[in-house]
């Protein structure tokens, strides 16, 4: 298409693709007078290389957006994030992706976990179990089952191991307790007969309740085990035993031993609610962003010795961690969440995402244009939970 500098003078426009291809139509574009323009690709070292080339001489006028298009809820969340920096009017976009889009960088690879030995924590249910069986399914060499739960943990390695003889052990594993975790990941790796490939720290809890006492008493059953309840500091300690800690203690004992194998991978669940925290359920959010924090810093701590870390939300997902409450409509199966997680992992995603929820609450939550938004959002959200009708 041959561009006319009248018909384009102060258009919005998005390019998609950040390719030679497509720097070169972001410039001609700019230098043709366009008013504004979003610059977005999936690939965030070749969108910096992109703004490296066009900021200098273009300034504000470009915008840069990951994002990825290679299905069509991509494309319409990169038009709805691009609409904020183009004053919410879009002209014109170009696709210049060409042919050599890559591959969805998400889809799972079955075979990058075959012949690997596992240990998954809180692996005696839910999205944890679901991970241990996908892993055993694509040919892992071996898989350890950690969890405090004796009855789940039992039942569940027996009924793998028949089906996957000698590939499966299960350790009685309090991850709140540092000894137990390291004893835990020490009968791993001798199970494993020294290497260690991949640690999943899934073990956690879900935990609403009161900060402090309400001004006005809720409408609350009190008679309802799931009322939220007032949570004191020595839940708070607790929680961070569980969500954070267990996590932490697994990441001390495995790291020494992937760094003298040569390498290894870490996967820490966190939760959307790191990226999106609700009224009363402040406790979670807070372990959950404070693991996802630790996480993505160990990642590049510890990149050179080739261990790759990631942070992994599971999306929200039908398992125990309802305790018995319908899980909100929507909710994908453990095994939708944990082939997810495992896609994310076997293309090292610095952050792996279980649902397209996540996705788009990571991106938004700290975002200065959807401030607004958010507030309001998570204002509803406050405001009906404290009447009653909505559930935490
Ligand atoms: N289900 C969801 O919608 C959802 C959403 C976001 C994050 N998550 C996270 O996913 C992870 C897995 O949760 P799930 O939904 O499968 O729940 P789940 O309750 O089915 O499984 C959690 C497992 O962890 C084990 N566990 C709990 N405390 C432990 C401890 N101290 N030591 C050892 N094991 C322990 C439990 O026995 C259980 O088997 C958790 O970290 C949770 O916070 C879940």
Redo the contacts with the bound molecule.
């Keep these: 298409m041959k561009l006319d500098g009248d018909d384009i003078r102060d258009k919005n426009a998005i390019v998609v693709g950040a390719s030679e291809k497509g720097l070169a139509r972001a410039e001609e574009l700019l230098s043709s007078g366009i008013g504004r323009l979003v610059l977005a690709d999936g690939e965030t070292q070749r969108l910096f290389e992109g703004r490296e080339r066009l900021s200098g001489t273009y300034g504000d006028r470009v915008q840069y957006l990951i994002g990825r298009t290679s299905s069509k809820e991509h494309w319409i969340s990169l038009v709805v994030e691009a609409l904020p920096s183009l004053d919410g009017r879009i002209d014109l976009i170009f696709n210049e992706t060409g042919d050599s889009t890559p591959e969805e960088p998400t889809a799972l690879d079955e075979s990058y976990y075959t012949g690997k030995t596992a240990v998954v ?10 991970i241990v069986e996908e892993l055993l399914s694509f040919g892992a060499e071996k898989v350890v089952l ?4 004796a009855e ?2 039992e039942k569940n390695a027996q009924r793998l191991s028949e089906r996957y003889p000698g590939k499966v052990k299960g350790v009685l ?5 540092e000894r ?1 975790m390291a004893d835990m990941i020490d009968a791993a790796a001798a199970f494993f007969g020294g290497r260690l490939d991949l640690l999943v ?6 935990m609403q309740g009161l900060f402090t006492a309400p001004s006005t008493p809720l409408p609350f059953d009190e008679n309802n085990p799931h009322t939220p309840r007032l949570q004191s500091n020595e839940d708070w300690k607790k929680a961070f ?3 954070f800690y ?1 996590a932490l203690y697994g990441c001390r004992s495995a790291i020494p031993i992937m760094q003298r194998q040569g390498g290894g991978q870490i996967v820490n ?5 790191a990226f999106y925290p609700m009224a009363y359920q402040s406790m ?1 959010a807070a372990t ?1 962003a404070a693991l996802n924090a630790l996480t993505l810093t160990l990642r590049t701590e510890y990149w050179d010795d080739g261990i790759r870390i990631s942070s992994a ?11 018995g409450l319908k ?2 409509g929507g ?1 994908q199966t ?1 095994q939708q ?1 944990a082939r997810r997680i495992l896609a994310g992992a076997c293309h090292n995603r610095r952050l792996i995402f ?1 649902d397209d929820a ?1 996705v788009m609450g990571s991106r938004n939550c700290f975002h200065v244009d959807y401030e607004d938004f958010l507030d309001a959002y998570l204002l509803e959200v406050a405001r009906k939970r404290r009447a009653g009708t909505l559930a935490i």
């Design positions: 924590t809180g692996a005696a249910s839910g999205i944890g179990l679901a950690a969890d405090f739960n789940n943990l594993c309090n991850v709140t307790v137990e720290n899934n073990a956690g809890a879900a035993d569980l969500n267990g669940v966190i939760s959307g609610m979670y959950k939300t599971p999306g929200t997902t039908a398992t125990g961690i309802w305790k899980a909100p909710a453990p969440s279980g996540d």
